[in-house]
């Protein structure tokens, strides 16, 4: 179930990112790609990215688990490729990067207020210079991004909050039941039906809940008189 979940929240992350990703790219510029990588736990991978070039070299990101996206959400700065052809410092990345036509790239961290890391990969096919004003607004779309993931996050832990209430509603339903029909067969008040179940749970090793669902359908299943 918590995988399901999981799943869930990741593909409507990823399609929200998915928009946000294209429109980036062809706001910074046309000659510049975008791709955006997540960190969740200890889960590394590619959520969206504007063009496939991009998408391919954040997968080998993800999968090496090193890169500049992964530099740039364990240190919360931004880090600047100015020549990939110079790069050293993650082999794979690198030569998928060249072998792609990218010359140079840069990373931006989003700043979240939850366990996730996201960062905003940006690669371009010409050597040029990172200027502030291009660093000032790929810095606003990765925190854009960061906004995005946090909403997500926020509607996952929501509807995780509002699971457990129904579970323990239900669960507090099935033993209020039990009570009641324990008080009925053995002819005693609900503090002694109540204490009946409990120990039944202690001496079974089984949570009250289970003891009370248990009963019910103990008195479901019993042949008519």
Aim: glycine share 6%; proline share 3%; with cysteine.
């Amino acid at each position: 179930m918590a995988e399901a979940g999981h799943l869930q929240r990741d593909a409507l992350l990823d399609e929200h990112l998915d928009l946000f990703v294209t429109r980036a790219a062809y706001h910074l510029g046309a000659d510049l790609s975008c791709s955006i990588t997540v960190l969740d736990g200890a889960d590394v991978r590619r959520a969206a990215s504007s063009d496939p070039r991009a998408a391919h070299c954040d997968e080998v990101e993800a999968a090496e688990r090193v890169g500049p996206c992964v530099d740039a959400m364990g240190t919360l700065q931004a880090v600047l490729v100015p020549d990939v052809a110079q790069e050293t410092r993650w082999p794979a990345w690198a030569a998928t990067a060249r072998a792609l036509g990218f010359r140079t790239a840069a990373a931006f961290p989003s700043h979240l207020d939850g366990h996730a890391g996201a960062a905003l990969n940006v690669y371009g096919d010409r050597l040029q210079e990172w200027d502030r004003a291009t660093l000032v607004r790929c810095d606003v779309y990765a925190q854009m991004i960061g906004t995005v993931v946090d909403l997500c996050l926020r509607t996952e832990e929501l509807d995780r909050r509002r699971a457990a209430l129904q579970e323990a509603l239900a669960a507090q339903a099935a033993i209020d039941r039990a009570v009641g029909a324990v008080m009925a067969t053995a002819g005693c008040d609900a503090a002694e039906a109540l204490h009946i179940l409990k120990t039944a749970s202690r001496d079974g090793g089984a949570d009250l809940p289970d003891i009370a669902r248990t009963v019910l359908q103990d008195l479901v299943d019993r042949p008519a008189r």
